[in-house]
């Protein structure tokens, strides 16, 4: 955050939406967007979509597309954080359970799970969240991967706050559910980062539901959406970053685009001390 000098805590975040076709093959993909990450030389944190590697809506591809956390796309993008020396979230993953690990949940566990990754500045695995609300008209997430059954934040350092900057984790369709939002603000959290692959269809519910979590909670929310279509569903691209007031501060078109905005951390802490609604809450 090495933009923070006199001014105060300012993170420059970079979101990274990417567009792709059932035309592009995974491995292509991949190369892709490491280098795109490479690119966002003076970053401090980038963002990535949900499931971008094996494509969200090519679920009959799922099982195979599958990976490790320390499998080809994590990894390659570790050396991109690295290199580029910034935090990257690296969206979502399909995470496969590695073999003779226990069974995660109750018998009948699928040992998949749409699972968000955040490497630290050296390329580190900082933290990882598993979608906590499969998403799916009868068909997909919830028939094909586990739910997650906690909560995620990862814990940014920065030069002038030891304490760090929290950064809480959520994905896609979870926008929907403002309890999960309420408990990553209650530890903390003053930074949403939501990966996703949200359909043009519902493209205002994505607008007014970050803009939602962004006023009720008081925080920064960065959405990062996928663009083009594939699995024959036309995704709504408009990843946007909405300040605590709920203002849009930066917002993408349909297509490939990399947005970036500068977060400023001590204008949070100000307007959450000038109207204290979290601190109203009855539990
Ligand atoms: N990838 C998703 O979770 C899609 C969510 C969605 O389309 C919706 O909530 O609407």
Same mark, same amino acid.
């Given at each position: 955050?090495?933009?923070?000098g006199a001014?105060g805590?300012?993170l420059r975040v970079r979101?990274?939406q990417v567009?792709?076709?059932d035309?592009e093959s995974?491995t292509d993909r991949v *190369? ?5 990450v490479r ?8 963002v990535l979509?949900?499931?971008?590697a094996p494509?969200?809506f090519?679920f009959?591809e799922w099982s195979?597309r599958?990976e490790l956390?320390d499998?080809p796309?994590v ?8 290199q580029v020396?910034a935090?990257?979230?690296?969206g979502?993953i399909?995470?496969r ?20 990754i955040?490497l630290g500045r050296?390329g580190s695995c900082?933290a ?5 609300h499969p998403f799916?008209?009868?068909e ?5 991967i ?13 030069? *002038?706050?030891?304490g760090g ?5 959520a994905?896609c369709?979870?926008?929907?559910f ?5 408990q990553?603000a209650?530890v903390g959290?003053t ?8 359909p043009?269809?519902r493209?205002?519910?994505w ?5 939602a979590r962004?006023?009720e ?8 959406n996928t663009?083009g279509t *594939? ?9 946007q970053v ?6 849009v501060?930066a917002?993408?078109?349909?297509g ?9 951390l001590?204008e949070?802490?100000d ?13």
């Amino acid at each position: 955050m090495s933009r923070a000098g006199a001014a105060g805590r300012v993170l420059r975040v970079r979101v990274v939406q990417v567009a792709y076709d059932d035309r592009e093959s995974v491995t292509d993909r991949v *190369h892709r967007v490491a280098d795109l990450v490479r690119g966002q030389r003076d970053a401090d944190l980038i963002v990535l979509p949900e499931l971008w590697a094996p494509g969200y809506f090519t679920f009959a591809e799922w099982s195979e597309r599958a990976e490790l956390l320390d499998g080809p796309t994590v990894s390659l993008l570790a050396e991109a954080a690295a290199q580029v020396g910034a935090f990257v979230h690296a969206g979502s993953i399909l995470e496969r359970a590695a073999e003779g690990r226990p069974r995660s949940g109750e018998p009948g566990s699928r040992r998949l799970w749409n699972t968000s990754i955040v490497l630290g500045r050296d390329g580190s695995c900082i933290a990882q969240y598993r979608k906590i609300h499969p998403f799916g008209f009868g068909e997909g997430e919830p028939t094909l991967i586990d739910p997650g059954t906690s909560i995620s934040t990862a814990l940014l350092g920065h030069e *002038h706050d030891p304490g760090g900057i929290t950064l809480g984790l959520a994905t896609c369709y979870d926008l929907r559910f403002p309890e999960l939002f309420r408990q990553l603000a209650a530890v903390g959290s003053t930074i949403f980062a939501i990966p996703a692959a949200w359909p043009a269809a519902r493209r205002e519910h994505w607008e007014v539901l970050g803009r939602a979590r962004a006023i009720e909670n008081q925080a920064f929310v960065i959405q990062c959406n996928t663009g083009g279509t *594939h699995g024959g569903v036309e995704l709504g691209g408009h990843s946007q970053v909405i300040s605590p007031r709920g203002e849009v501060l930066a917002r993408a078109g349909a297509g490939e685009e990399v947005l970036t905005v500068d977060i400023d951390l001590d204008e949070l802490e100000d307007y959450r001390q000038a109207f204290p609604v979290l601190a109203d809450r009855r539990l």
